[in-house]
Nanobody
Framework: QVRLVESGGGLVQAGGSPRLSCVAS????????IAWHRQAPGNQRELVAE???????RYADSVKGRFTISRDNARNTAYLQMNSLKPEDTAVYYC?????????WGQGTQVTVSS
């Protein structure tokens, strides 16, 4: 079992640059892909960014060039650096870890961007 705890959310002004963290604990050996997803009210959960164990990354078109995902395997921590935030980035951000076919989710952290 893997437990994921997100932090770093809150109320941010448009243009701000917060960094989200996701700390994994438990049986973290073998975690392959770590991803950040988000869900805004009334919308489906969507993939924001993901990073493989080898460091390959993929981003949603809406955040390319603004967000950067990274991971520190020694600290069992993943990060999402968010720059140039827009009000439409407002959502609950969830961390997801996968050791296929098993996946785990964190509880989420709210990010609210004020204009």
């Amino acid at each position: 079992q893997v437990r994921l705890v997100e932090s770093g959310g809150g109320l941010v002004q448009a243009g701000g640059s917060p960094r989200l963290s996701c700390v994994a604990s438990g049986n973290t050996f073998g975690i392959d892909v770590i991803a950040w997803h988000r869900q805004a009210p009334g919308n489906q959960r969507e993939l924001v960014a993901e990073i493989s164990s080898g460091g390959s990354t993929r981003y949603a078109d809406s955040v390319k060039g603004r967000f950067t995902i990274s991971r520190d395997n020694a600290r069992n921590t993943a990060y999402l650096q968010m720059n140039s935030l827009k009000p439409e980035d407002t959502a609950v951000y969830y961390c997801n870890a996968a050791n296929f076919p098993r996946t785990w989710w964190g509880q989420g952290t709210q990010v609210t961007v004020s204009s």
